[in-house]
């Protein structure tokens, strides 16, 4: 390689990066199928695990502007703006995600945290005795079983 496309290269790289920092994820890559979204999501999600969350958080809005109904796209945003104390924004999302699909326990789980966060009490036990009744894995039985215990023992 001569020098010239060293710095193509390097300009693509930083055009890439001004984008997605930028949140313009979508016209940065542009893919012909909805599935060429999956590099963009683990991105997301790898700022996120992180500690990126404004990174994360600009990914994740880009992902549910191009596909709204994408629960995937929706949970990362709400967990992005769950960290961020956003609890009813997070709370919104996470509705969002219950109301295309039912049987979410993540969203059940994360949106009942919210809750206890804002002090709704009632609400955040009825979303953790919703998941006691959804067939989940074991572990998300427990954690909901951990929050009510939780709740129960401040209250008693």
Same mark, same amino acid.
């Given at each position: 390689?001569?020098?010239?496309? !060293?710095?193509?290269?390097?300009?693509?790289?930083?055009? !890439?990066?001004?984008?997605?920092?930028?949140?313009?994820?979508?016209?940065?890559?542009?893919?012909?199928?909805?599935?060429?979204?999956?590099?963009?999501?683990?991105?997301?999600?790898?700022?996120?695990?992180?500690?990126?969350?404004?990174?994360?958080?600009?990914? =994740?809005?880009?992902?549910?502007?191009?596909?709204?109904?994408?629960?995937?796209?929706?949970?990362?945003?709400?967990?992005?703006?769950?960290?961020?104390?956003?609890?009813?924004?997070?709370?919104?999302?996470?509705?969002?995600? !219950?109301?295309?699909?039912?049987?979410?326990?993540?969203?059940?789980?994360?949106?009942?945290?919210?809750?206890?966060?804002?002090?709704?009490?009632?609400?955040?036990?009825?979303? =953790?005795?919703?998941?006691?009744?959804?067939?989940?894995?074991?572990?998300?039985?427990?954690?909901?079983?951990?929050?009510?215990?939780?709740?129960?023992?401040?209250?008693?």
């Amino acid at each position: 390689m001569d020098n010239k496309e !060293i710095i193509n290269i390097k300009s693509l790289v930083e055009s !890439i990066f001004k984008h997605i920092e930028n949140g313009n994820v979508i016209n940065a890559f542009a893919p012909e199928k909805p599935e060429d979204y999956s590099n963009v999501y683990s991105l997301a999600c790898d700022y996120y695990d992180k500690g990126l969350v404004e990174q994360a958080e600009k990914i =994740f809005n880009s992902l549910c502007l191009y596909d709204f109904s994408n629960t995937d796209y929706l949970l990362g945003l709400a967990a992005v703006k769950q960290v961020q104390k956003q609890y009813r924004k997070a709370i919104n999302l996470y509705a969002m995600v !219950i109301n295309l699909d039912g049987e979410n326990v993540s969203a059940y789980l994360y949106s009942g945290q919210c809750f206890l966060s804002e002090g709704d009490i009632k609400t955040a036990v009825n979303h =953790f005795r919703h998941i006691l009744t959804l067939s989940c894995d074991p572990q998300d039985k427990q954690q909901a079983e951990y929050y009510l215990a939780l709740v129960e023992n401040k209250d008693g």
